[in-house]
Nanobody, 126 residues
Framework: QVQLVESGGGLVQAGGSLRLSCAAS????????MGWFRQAPGKEREFVAA???????FYADSVKDRFTISRDNAKNTVSLQMNSLKPEDTAAYYC????????????????????WGQGTQVTVSS
């Protein structure tokens, strides 16, 4: 079982940067694919980025070239560096973890992740 705790959210002006972190419990963190999802008011939770157990990275088109996901298996953490933030990036951001077997190394489908953090709010003002 994995417990996830996000941090690093806040209020930032458009064009600014924030770095989100997700601390995971458990001794098998390195076996998990880690994902970041976000949910704006009145909208469904959507995929933002993921990093596989092999450190391959994947991004939603809306954040590609602006956000960077990374992991530190020694510290059981995954981070999301967010640059050039836009008002439409405003949302609650959630960290998720799942072990994927076989040929799949990650998923963009939130229903395929078992473990979730409580979320951290990111607000981008125009």
């Amino acid at each position: 079982q994995v417990q996830l705790v996000e941090s690093g959210g806040g209020l930032v002006q458009a064009g600014g940067s924030l770095r989100l972190s997700c601390a995971a419990s458990g001794r098998t963190f390195s076996n998990y694919a880690m994902g970041w999802f976000r949910q704006a008011p009145g909208k469904e939770r959507e995929f933002v980025a993921a990093i596989s157990r092999y450190a391959s990275t994947f991004y939603a088109d809306s954040v590609k070239d602006r956000f960077t996901i990374s992991r530190d298996n020694a510290k059981n953490t995954v981070s999301l560096q967010m640059n050039s933030l836009k008002p439409e990036d405003t949302a609650a951001y959630y960290c998720a973890a799942q072990i994927f077997d076989g040929f799949r190394v990650y998923s963009r489908n939130r229903f395929e992740y078992t473990y979730w953090g409580q979320g951290t709010q990111v607000t981008v003002s125009s």
